[in-house]
């Protein structure tokens, strides 16, 4: 890795920040990101800099950054795009590591932005600074309650997946996606328009992260595809990347061409390079925020074998129809495998695979089914598939009879919720992934760390993460 | 319409039900059913039929149906299936118009099973009542707050859309995506083995009720290709059919024989029925679920040309691609219509479409801007895209400093809600039809009635709605 890069090290836990553009005018990025940076919690130092205030938000305010008496490490801009190359020659003087302009107004406007870009670019190399940006949303770090960023009052939790997006309003929807779902974020960066570091810089450095198990990435455009697929095969070589591609199609490209300026390249060709570089393509927004998920504390699949544990037939319907059409093999369990099974399950029930759970949920059921399973060497990942209607806002009891039913729910959940780590821990053991979909509610038990594996709402999205984590099992075995 | 059918109204509109199999044991189906019924609101008579018992749930039991005072419109059947026919004579007897059979344990066991399916179905039609199931989970209407079903505490709001399913489990989560969306139910029924009506029994049911605006359906096999095909046209002429196939590939197929038993068809052959039929189909369950719900309340684009309007140009790129991918066209529009809009938007506007607002949520230039080009006939339908990050739970202010913008937030979404329905009337007005996903919270406006337009939180969803419904009205049009 570039070693100016462990200057990010400044940007994602800096001592101190100074913020120039900093103001109390509502409406303004000065204002909406800075309080995002003081309601999420930042212990370290912030400096306003603004020269025509004495204070902001209640604190000191300096007319320049070279006035601020303490040491600064990461410098935020959004002060308009002329004013940017000042204050970074101040910066530079005052020893700042990295710089975060958030401004916009340069290489996407046409050439005199462009120019001011390099400029800007040039004038941090030199001085050993790095760049991030401009034309972005700013960076996350929750497990410094970091927030210098555009979204409004979005403090994720802290978790394992890193974001890499040159778009801040994609980057917004991938994690909102994975947040949701009860995970969490280990740094995330919107890239803007890489006039300094790229996209492929940001996986070098979240490749070496020690919080970092997932890369996470929108990507429109490459400057150039030699040097990302080069260096992105180091990284996953270690870890995975999963991407989202914004420009697969000639009016994509059109778009993103006004977007990020960026070289767009098309999406047969960025499929390709992802192909040789052992990068995860996705290409729906949720697909890739689940899928990146999904590799969270779980192991790889071993092959495309799956086994499916239902608790309905039309589940086990739709989930071996899925799994087949995206590449999965639905698998044929051994006479031996279905004897020790029928064992466990009611006589009614209909020796194969799908194994529907016609008894109900029982975990003194469904545990050994499923280490039964895991443990026949004929399957290399298990679905768990347990969905029915959701929990409505409106449920309850509104009849003039009958008793009250919301009691026996509440039994059902913490029944579910006590018994779910059980079957990680199976998972752990083994070495067999587990991926579990349920409408039950399991937040609860998830909220604290952001770093259990996933819990899927829908059948097709996990089923989609077995095929990506599969294929890449089948990368690393080729390339290790 | 068979008239035989128009005994379904006794089904979905009875003035009492007779409920033959009632207990108190609470892990048994015929409590859980007959609680959900109670609870839900029921206002006519329920008479519980238990030759053991003098009351259940408070009410007074009957040995037999025929014991019972008062007329019975439906009989809802728990009992083991040996029970079935004995009581079913009764019901014949007695002059029930319609039998639900939720009880299993019939031709999907074998050949014995079969027998007894036949009979029943005989004796069903010779004294001219209409019998669903055996072997379902039970049937739903809002409207008369009847719950007579198997899923827990799950009681939908009325409205628009109408559900047929060969799987409960699947009918479930096809209802939940709806409703948690703020959409509503007609009718739903889960039709089981279909031993006497089958799935397109109750196409042809749904097609005439005026409550029912969309008919949404899951279906694993057809016991007659041909009536299908037929009949379910005679339906389309005059409302939609969206339709998620189980058993599309040779694994889906084997799974949904020993779940219904059902005569799969295979999935190729299938699709060019529906084609043929003017059915929608569609490949997942959030698929089938969002875009039968886009349907209600919203006129048809009549063609494939987009516009595409965002909050963010990283997902005019997306719904760009996407909308490419699946066969819609990104509308070119011209100097015209782009001149107009130059003047509605900031300087630093790039003309094309998708039309990236940035200028921000303003309703006075975001409505004028959606206006301008539903009224430019160059586009078919408009795609408004406003996603960013979701509410978190754990949004707030955590800091020392800063003030508390969630007042800010508060009023971002009241105002977002104020204007909605705006749109809405735009749409009405100019009959072009808008799809618009935010994540912004719309749920406080539409809970009320679940007859209002959809609104999408992700991107995909929506342009795929675009496309089915475009498809809809190409075959209206060829076909009128």
Redesign the interface.
């Given at each position: 890795m570039d070693p100016r890069l462990r200057n990010l090290d400044f940007a994602f836990n800096p001592r101190s920040i100074a913020f120039v553009g900093a103001t109390e005018s509502?409406r303004k990025w000065g204002f909406?990101i800075?309080?995002?940076l003081?309601?999420?919690?930042?212990a370290g130092e912030?400096y306003p800099v603004n020269p025509g205030r004495e204070t902001i938000?209640?604190?000191k305010a300096y007319p320049r950054v070279s006035d601020i008496p303490g040491e600064v490490d990461l410098a935020v801009f959004t002060v308009p795009a002329r004013q940017v190359m000042d204050a970074l020659q101040d910066c530079a003087r005052k020893g700042v590591k990295a710089c975060l302009v958030i401004t916009a107004?340069f290489k996407e406007?046409g050439s005199e932005g462009e120019a001011l870009e390099k400029e800007m670019v040039r004038r941090a190399r030199e001085a050993g600074m790095v760049l991030i940006g401009p034309n972005c949303q700013g960076i996350c770090c929750p497990t410094n309650?970091l927030f210098p960023w555009m979204?409004?009052?979005?403090?994720?939790?802290r978790g394992r997946l890193g974001y890499v997006?040159?778009?801040?309003?994609?980057l917004?929807?991938l994690?909102?996606n994975a947040?949701?779902s009860g995970l969490g974020v280990s740094k995330a960066v919107s890239s803007g328009n890489e006039a300094d570091l790229r996209t492929v810089d940001y996986y070098s450095y979240l490749g070496e992260d020690p919080e970092t198990e997932v890369i996470v990435s929108?990507v429109?455009g490459l400057q150039d595809g030699r040097d990302f697929v080069c260096r992105s095969r180091e990284v996953t070589a270690r870890k995975p990347i999963v991407v989202?591609k914004?420009?697969?199609?000639?009016?994509?490209i059109?778009?993103?061409k006004?977007?990020?300026g960026a070289m767009a390249v098309s999406?047969d060709l960025f499929e390709a390079a992802c192909r040789q570089a052992g990068i995860i393509v996705t290409?729906?927004?949720?697909e890739c925020s689940l899928t990146a998920a999904a590799f969270v504390n779980r192991p790889l699949p071993r092959g495309k074998r799956v086994g499916i544990v239902t608790?309905?037939?039309?589940?086990?319907?739709?989930a071996?129809?899925?799994?087949?059409?995206i590449g999965l093999e639905?698998a044929s369990l051994s006479p031996r495998t279905l004897e020790k099974l029928e064992k466990m399950l009611p006589d009614?029930w209909?020796p194969?695979n799908?194994v529907?759970l016609v008894a109900g949920l029982d975990f003194s059921v469904i545990k050994p089914v499923i280490e039964t399973i895991m443990t026949s060497g004929e399957v290399d990942a298990v679905l768990f598939l347990w969905?029915?209607?959701?929990r409505?806002?409106?449920?309850?009891?509104?009849?003039?009879?009958?008793?009250?039913?919301?009691a026996?729910?509440k039994t059902m959940d913490q029944y579910f919720l006590e018994h779910l780590s059980e079957l990680y821990d199976l998972m752990h053991q083994l070495q067999v992934p587990l991926y579990i979909a349920t409408?039950l509610p399991v937040d609860e038990a998830s909220?604290a760390d952001g770093c259990r594996p996933l819990v899927f709402t829908?059948?097709?999205p996990a089923c989609r993460a077995v095929s990506a984590m599969a294929e890449y099992y089948h990368f690393l075995e080729n390339n290790s």
């Open positions: 509502m909406l800075l309080n995002n003081l309601t999420g919690g930042y912030v938000l209640g604190l107004g406007l309650d979204p409004i009052l979005f403090h994720p939790p997006s040159q778009s801040g309003n994609i917004n929807m994690i909102g947040v949701v929108y429109e989202l914004g420009g697969r199609t000639s009016s994509g059109s778009a993103a006004s977007h990020t999406g290409h729906t927004i949720e608790g309905g037939g039309g589940l086990g319907v739709i071996s129809d899925f799994c087949t059409e639905v009614w209909v194969g799908p529907d969905i029915g209607a959701p409505l806002k409106n449920a309850g009891v509104k009849g003039r009879r009958g008793m009250d039913l919301s026996i729910w409408t909220e829908s059948v097709e």
